[in-house]
């Protein structure tokens, strides 16, 4: 949980900062589905926990390329 600022606040920072950087979101709150449709329009790749370790390999390596 982030005070003060939600995860779309944040990603739209990182890509205001640094366009051309890769980003995962991670979350374990129960999200709606206009809240999903925002995340995944917008990040890379989004787990919702609980994810293994495979499945957090496998995303970094897909934003690697």
């Given at each position: 949980?982030?005070?003060?600022?939600?995860?779309?606040?944040?990603?739209?920072?990182?890509?205001?900062?640094?366009?051309?950087?890769?980003?995962?979101?991670?979350?374990?709150?129960e999200?709606?589905?206009?809240?999903?449709?925002?995340?995944?329009?917008?990040?890379?790749?989004?787990?919702?926990?609980?994810?293994?370790?495979?499945?957090?390999?496998?995303?970094?390596?897909?934003?690697?390329?």
């Amino acid at each position: 949980v982030m005070p003060r600022r939600t995860g779309l606040d944040v990603i739209e920072t990182v890509y205001r900062l640094r366009p051309s950087i890769g980003v995962i979101v991670i979350s374990g709150h129960e999200i709606d589905e206009k809240a999903n449709m925002e995340i995944t329009a917008l990040a890379d790749k989004f787990l919702q926990k609980p994810f293994t370790g495979e499945q957090l390999l496998t995303s970094v390596h897909q934003l690697l390329g």
